[in-house]
């Protein structure tokens, strides 16, 4: 009974709402969709807004992420500044270089580019910068894809001039201690030409060579010891013979690299593969000082939702120095760990060995159009040799936040805090990302 007579019910305020007449006027037909309905604000009571505080302390972090995000884009300043970098661009002739980092300071520059417009491709590359620690830097880098009248064989040639003047050193191995820093002065020339072959349209592989002069000075921060030969004779740094040495090499080797990224700028799937294993060869003084250089860069991307990115990082590089050798590695060939490419909440070089291994997860979301905002957490170690240690015993961590700004074929800026048990660092640099 119940049902029936809410079907009766049902037909009847149709029937009601169907014979209702409907008035238009002369220059309208339908229902006047321009109306606005008017809202009254509802207003909360006191007991209300204190209940409303924990969340509004959650949230606290995206406000303050879209305020910053929302300054950089329509401030009176940066919006014109912006404008004339313009980080939307795939390709653009003039490129700004600027960074900071606490060793190198402030660091300023520009970059010129020749381009061939029909692949929006790096033909022709100069990069300068200076920085407010005297840091400097030239790169020069000319790219073809079609050699020998083929398009599957291309070439890169490379050559940079870098100096540094307050490289921080705080010994060899994961015992180095972070009060016993010193510095010395890292001045570098390199010349390389790689010819890779496109075997398929995500896989290249060829050949790598080229010349490497590095010379080690008495470092330059006025904060910190520098001599060179003091250096090698604390027993703290664990410095064998060679280890502050200049050298001189030729190299030679093998590159692969497969690129299953669905962009260059804000990968959301797929793989990145980059690996090479290189031959050094001591030349003049470094003559008879031979070492094996392996390296494997993993990084996979996946689109968890919305653009909401999990991005993982596997980074191994060994160096192997042959048993004949006289001298240890050069401190500037060993491996790493620390600065903006690897443990970001360590000082850069923080720890140095023949071996390194790392690891690295981010989780990217977007703020707002081409600007993303990124948490991350690293972690690896530096290794005499890895084959012969227990390989996850004494690991270091760091953890941080940033944002980027990317564009179709690389991020144009990228800034971050990260910390560490030693610490918090800031860095802002242009066209670095994995």
């Known amino acids: 009974m119940r049902l029936r007579l809410r079907a009766c019910f049902g037909v009847f305020a149709l029937i009601i709402t169907l014979s209702v007449p409907v008035t238009a006027n002369d220059n309208t037909r339908g229902l006047d969709t321009t109306r606005v309905r008017e809202t009254k604000k509802i207003k909360k009571t006191t007991g209300e807004i204190i209940a409303d505080i924990p969340g509004e302390i959650v949230k606290l972090p995206v406000y303050t992420i879209k305020f910053v995000s929302y300054g950089i884009a329509f401030g009176p300043v940066t919006s014109k500044a912006l404008s004339l970098i313009d980080f939307t661009a ?67 040639l490379y050559f940079r001039y870098k100096k540094r003047p307050r490289e921080s050193f705080y010994g060899i191995g994961m015992d180095a201690k972070e009060d016993k820093e010193a510095n010395y002065t890292f001045e570098n020339t390199e010349f ?68 299953g990224r669905d962009s260059g700028g804000q990968p959301s799937k797929g793989f990145h593969v980059l690996s090479r294993f290189v031959r050094y060869f001591g030349t003049d003084r470094s003559e008879d000082e031979n070492f094996y250089e392996t390296k494997i860069d993993f990084r996979h991307y996946l689109n968890v939702f919305k653009k909401r990115i999990l991005a993982t990082r596997f980074y191994i590089q060994r160096f192997d120095a042959d048993n004949n050798n006289k001298r ?86 990228s800034t971050l805090v990260a910390a560490s048990d030693e610490g918090a660092r800031f860095y802002i640099e242009t066209g670095a990302a994995w």
Do not use: C
């Not at 970059?111 to 840091?135: A, I, V």
């Not at 850069?348 to 081409?370: C, T």
């Open 328 to 413: 240890a590695t050069p401190i500037h060939l060993t491996s790493r760990m620390g600065g903006f490419d690897g443990a970001r909440g360590y000082a850069k070089g923080r720890y140095h060995d023949n071996d390194i291994v790392l690891a690295s997860v981010e989780w990217r979301f977007p703020v707002w159009e081409i600007l993303d905002g990124y948490v991350f957490l690293d972690e690896g170690r530096v290794y005499e040799q890895m084959p012969d240690e227990a390989f996850f015993r004494d690991w270091k961590y760091s953890a941080g936040f940033g944002l980027r700004i990317w564009n179709v074929n690389t991020v144009s800026l």
């Open 90 to 156: 795939p390709a653009r002739r003039y490129v700004p270089v600027a960074g900071y980092s606490p060793s190198a300071g402030l660091k300023l520059g520009f970059g010129l580019r020749k381009l061939k417009k029909d692949f929006w491709d790096d033909r022709l590359e100069f990069n300068w910068y200076y920085s407010t620690n005297d840091y400097q830097s030239y790169k020069f880098r000319y790219k073809a894809r079609e050699i020998i009248g083929t398009r599957r064989l291309e070439a890169d």
């Open 192 to 259: 390389r030409l790689d010819i890779p072959v496109r075997i398929h349209p995500k896989i290249t592989a060829g050949v790598t060579g080229g010349v490497v002069i590095t010379n080690v000075y008495d470092g330059r921060d006025p904060d910190l010891p520098g001599n060179i030969d003091s250096i090698m004779a604390d027993p703290d740094f664990a410095l064998e013979e060679g280890r502050l040495d200049g050298s001189r090499y030729i190299k030679a080797g093998l590159i692969f690299a497969f690129d």
